[in-house]
């Protein structure tokens, strides 16, 4: 892409766009306000520390890095940690010295980890003393130069056949004194992989200058204040845990990192510490709302970011009901992950509240984050008209351009900055965007697409049901057809399977057109899933591949 | 200063942040949201237009810039406008082809205005209608390659002896497509003039990247949502009308564009569209605010920033009864505008509203912009503790690194990027700055400060005084001491001088230290005073200079 040169600015346009800086401000300017760690279920302490302390620790501790340890600009150290403030200091302490903080997902499979690690060769390892056995098998993987262990108690009473340091030890042996060192903005500050359903992990490293942008964006989009208070739901090793450590601090937010947590520990910080903003998936967030409905707490203003699959709105208006609001937003690993916020457009004056949810979906792009809808065979891009669906694709200063060293990403990538994100949505025309399944799950039957999330929910609905997963598989004269895969419940097990379908097809009649329903149905005990309850949809179009060949 | 280069990371880092992509992000997310420009007192129309009408009108004007007037990457092209949709068109069109534009500040006296056209020789003109005099004036000083007429009257019907051609006639007949560019962020977009009271105007040309971070800056200081309403008091030939209309099209708010104004249509407008947010100075928010009391109109979640010179208590505290909120925000031409935003900590829960509007003077540092108080004599920073006041400095990527093509350049600016503002100001251990004086009016008496305008203020309170000015002048023994320069009341001018001097003497004692009180009165008719009201200090100063000289 062409760059065409105006004339230079007289502005300081070669100020380096820096993650420290975030901190550096914070305990300026927000230097008495709290950072709120809780390591309990983790076998430590409580703490509370300052911005202005949790500056100091990490420049001790970017101290030791530099000149203990050898960490140079351009080195990885990965991270095996709770939601903690020491996960948080090391989003600061390795960027602030030119190095890269690797954020390993302790959910991965070890051999997942394995092939991380192997892929990125980290310099050293900083692990939670709760996660020593997982640093026991990684450590077999690859040869790391240092491990040090985070932990509430001495180096010496910590039990593993490692050798390790202590990062408290380290930490303190270091001066609080340092330079502000500078570092390009291009450069690499964080990284994270994918876990994606199929294949091997795929790994993103964010800049410098992506974070802060980013940051910016989150801010914005939740209408953050310095007088907010924050509780980091999201883990710290998914996607920069949203980018919420980074904004909280950029507004000198109080914040919770509540560590290894449950349900009863978050709902014990929200009622404590007031908490105005949080995030996470609706898994989690049903659980809390459940228990703050049982308690009888209200909690008014709390504004709860909801990502990651569509929260049902029972859980909206759950949080309504309590004087709190949910905003859903929309992103991935590789957009940092901001890309759309559910915020209200004057057009929407009118509605109720819960009707104004439904109606803003996945949210309205924000500004940074380019969005299209393209037809995934022609590349064509399609227009916002509520109805044309395709691939999502996205670009901006916070999205990937490429995955690390990977062949794999000529597939998702285009040459002048989009990624493809295999997601399949519709926006409309007042630029909502709703997702409606993943490209490789939607159906494409004779041209048109079915979305196989939407049977299948509908399919799940039905009294008779207890599981059901829609997968397209060939079809001679269609391309691809609908194929149902059902589990019923025990009672209903019995009955006449023909009378079954016959039932369900009346029943999918109400919501579909006859052309997107499931051409036939198969009856199973169980629906094979992965390790996170997500349906092996592969695995099945795999096993049913022929079952419509015949049918030209 | 050495940058650090880390490993490359893999996002999109060369995006290149654009002015235009905020109108093209407005124009896709946002094509409904109004735009609406009164053109009455102007001669004109009222007008309404949507963000997609816009954009197309700004790519037209573009395509005629580019493709009929051969302004090129780099050119400068002059802007003489109130308020209204073409200045703001303005801020788009040029910089979306590489080229800057010149804000022209129309209150400027014609030789400074001819000054900064021939320090930056621009290629053409944009002139409204209703100030073809002044481009008259101008065109005189510098030979434009064209000049522009922006009317709604047909260009036939403009009586000027100027060669000009009509911008809407050149929008009309050029097409509404055109290929996005990507310019160089670090390159000029727009640029403003200083107008400081002492020596010629400064020029500062901002950047793509510099505007783009401060309008992230400006929506996360005023909490900005896309169903915000906003109207654009300060003139948009003040350093980008404090970036607000940058702010707003990121955010796709409605956004009203009162043309030239006075206080009764900015009311109307604010009453009309149920205004949620704008920006000025104290003088013209009181004659607003006056005219709401009169009409018993309440505005219930308005938020006004004001900028320029410290508002009265009293002004925060009638918009508050309206249901309204005045904020203090403090920058300059130099600085974007916004280096600090009066934003609440929870610290200052429990105070009432009027207290915790007068805690936060000048407000907090916003995330961007880096602030310290600087010994003026030593160049030692010095701490915030609320007590040690020295020159306000100022770093950050939207903060000028040098004025245009200015000798005077080295005098503000440090070679490690630090602007020196000129204010003399404390910051408290919460971060809030409060600006005390400019640096050249401060009286330095002994090692200590004494803050002419505090002097002022308190004297002006006084029943007898008109006008009051305080100045230092050379003192053989303290270096300097106050004079204070006092107009009497026409009642009090016949009462005997040195009665008055001992009133006034005993009326500052209660307030201020018996070091710190004027030495002398000098009472006269009138002060010498600029166009724009200020006092001439430097005259006064020039005029007394040895008045204490025989007091060793």
Known sequence: MEIVKGRPSTMNDSYQLNVHKLLEHAARVHGDTEVISDRRLQGGLRHRFTYRQVYERVNRIANAFERELNVAPGDIVG???????????????????????????????????????????????????????????????????????????????????????????????????????????????????????????????????????????????????????????????????????????????????????????????????????????????????????????????LRITSGGSEPPSALAKAFMELGGRVIQGYGATETSPLVSMALPKAELKELSDIERFEKMKQGLPIFGAEVKVVDPITNQELPWDGKSFGEIWLRGPWIAKEYYNDPRSSERFTPDGWWRSGDVGVVDPLGYIRLVDRLKDVIKSGGEWISSIDLENFLMAHPYVREASVVGVPHPKWGERPLAVVSLKPEYQSKDKEEVKKELREHLLKRFAKWQLPDDFIFVDEIPKTSVGKFRKEEIRSKYKDIYMGNG
């Open 79 to 301: 991270v095996l940690d709770w939601n903690d403030h020491r996960y948080y200091e090391s989003y600061f302490s390795l960027p602030s010295i030119g190095a890269v903080t690797l954020e390993l997902n302790i959910r991965l499979h070890p051999t997942e980890l394995g092939y991380i690690i192997k892929h990125t060769k980290p310099k050293g390892l900083l692990v939670d003393d709760s996660l020593l056995q997982l640093a026991e098998v990684l450590s077999k993987e690859h040869d790391f130069s240092f491990i040090l262990v985070m932990s509430d108690k001495p180096v010496e009473e910590i039990k593993t056949n490692l050798r390790v340091l202590g990062y408290e030890e380290l930490l303190r042996s270091n001066s609080p004194n340092r330079p502000s060192l500078t570092v390009d903005e291009r450069s690499a500050a964080t990284a994270a992989f994918t876990s994606g359903t199929t294949g091997l992990p795929k790994g993103v490293f964010y800049s410098h200058r992506s974070i802060i942008l980013h940051a910016m964006a989150v801010a914005i989009g939740n209408s953050l204040t310095p007088s907010d208070v924050g509780l980091q739901i999201v883990p710290m090793f998914h996607a920069n845990a949203w980018g919420t450590p980074f904004a909280s601090t950029m507004m000198g937010m109080k914040m919770i990192y509540p560590g290894r947590y449950t349900p009863d520990t978050l709902v014990e910080h929200i009622v404590t510490h007031k908490v105005t903003v949080t995030a996470g998936v609706p898994t989690i967030l049903l659980e809390i709302v459940r228990r703050l409905q049982q308690m009888g707490v209200k909690t008014p203003g």
